[in-house]
């Protein structure tokens, strides 16, 4: 009888962990098939996600289509001025190593750029405009007769030519697309268009030949020193408002110039101060496509002292002790 529960006692433990392991073993399943459940589930899903998609992209395609076809039945006379831009697609493609990009702009002024060869930047990058561009876009577009325009493709016979695609998107719906190339006989107010939109939004300072000149520079070093440069004209220095010194400038240009054309890809365009008024400490430029910069002593240090230091050494000019 003792052998008989010596025998038990010594098996115990195996039962125990026999019962254990059984146990685990119908957890892991119940939990192996939930998994299996869920996973059914987020298929399902996936599959009506996907014919919601599908739906979706035969909506706006046909919004698409709408908008085109009202386009087209539009009354000729239309007033991008009045209308407003809704949406501005530009694309440069290349040839022989010339400049290609993709950009877009809004009506808040948006810009999505796409810099493809012979720029910059190359990638996606994105800033804004001042609204006064757009609306300068507008006056443009209308003289330049772009909705009125009966051919949308002047093309050369040249394969290996870039070409230039406009496309404009009023708010009104109205939508014209026009593509060419400068070797084929195109209108010159087109040509007019493509150049002040690159201007106006900023993608041709982004060529890699694109040279940059200064229209006007202001450097205020404190609160009392000024000094004022206007392009083709003299260097002034003013202290505590009253002109103290005017010399030629013809040797700053290149090397203020030079400066310019290294960095400005790099700094964020300015529009709440102005060439009268900006902090001290600071400089504000200029440049002949009215795009304005202004560089703070403590945030573009080193560029900074780069203008301090030539401005002093060109134009002898230094504060009184």
Not at 9 to 30: A, D, E, H, Q, T
Not at 65 to 74: D, F, G, L, N, P
Not at 205 to 219: A, D, F, H
């Amino acid at each position: 009888m003792l052998l008989y529960w010596a025998t038990i006692i010594s098996f115990m433990p195996f039962l125990v962990y026999f019962f254990i392991s059984v146990r685990r073993g119908l957890r892991l399943r119940r939990q192996i098939d939930r998994l299996q459940q869920n996973n059914e589930v987020l298929l399902l899903r996936n599959k009506i996600l996907k014919l919601e998609q599908n739906a979706l992209k035969k909506r706006q395609l046909k919004q698409q289509q709408s908008i085109e076809k009202h386009a087209i039945v539009t009354s000729p006379k239309i007033n991008a001025s009045t209308s407003g831009i809704h949406l501005i697609k530009f694309n440069r493609t290349a040839a022989w190593n010339t400049p290609a990009y993709q950009m877009s702009v809004d009506a808040l002024g948006t810009v999505l750029f796409e810099g493809i060869n012979a720029v910059r930047l190359k990638g996606f990058y994105q800033w804004k405009i001042p609204k006064k561009r757009l609306f300068e876009l507008s006056s443009i577009i209308e003289k330049a007769n772009f909705f009125n325009l009966k051919k949308t493709q002047f093309l050369s016979d040249i394969e290996t030519i870039a070409t230039v695609q406009i496309e404009i998107y009023l708010e009104d719906g109205t939508h014209q697309s026009v593509i060419f190339d400068h070797a084929a006989k195109y209108p010159l107010q087109l040509g007019k268009l493509e150049r002040s939109i690159d201007r106006l939004i900023g993608s041709q300072k982004l060529w890699l030949e694109w040279k940059q000149n200064i229209q006007r520079l202001s450097l205020k070093l404190g609160n009392e020193s000024h000094y004022s440069f206007v392009a083709y004209d003299q260097l002034c220095w003013f202290n505590r408002g009253k002109e103290v010194l005017r010399v030629e400038t013809t040797g700053c240009w290149a090397a203020l110039d030079l400066i310019v054309q290294q960095h400005e890809s790099l700094w964020i365009e300015e529009t709440t101060n102005t060439f009268y008024n900006h902090p001290a400490d600071s400089l504000w430029i200029e440049l002949e496509n009215g795009f304005q910069f202004l560089i703070a002593k403590h945030k573009y240090k080193k560029i900074y002292k780069k203008f301090v230091q030539i401005i002093d050494q060109k134009s002898a000019l230094k504060a009184p002790n």
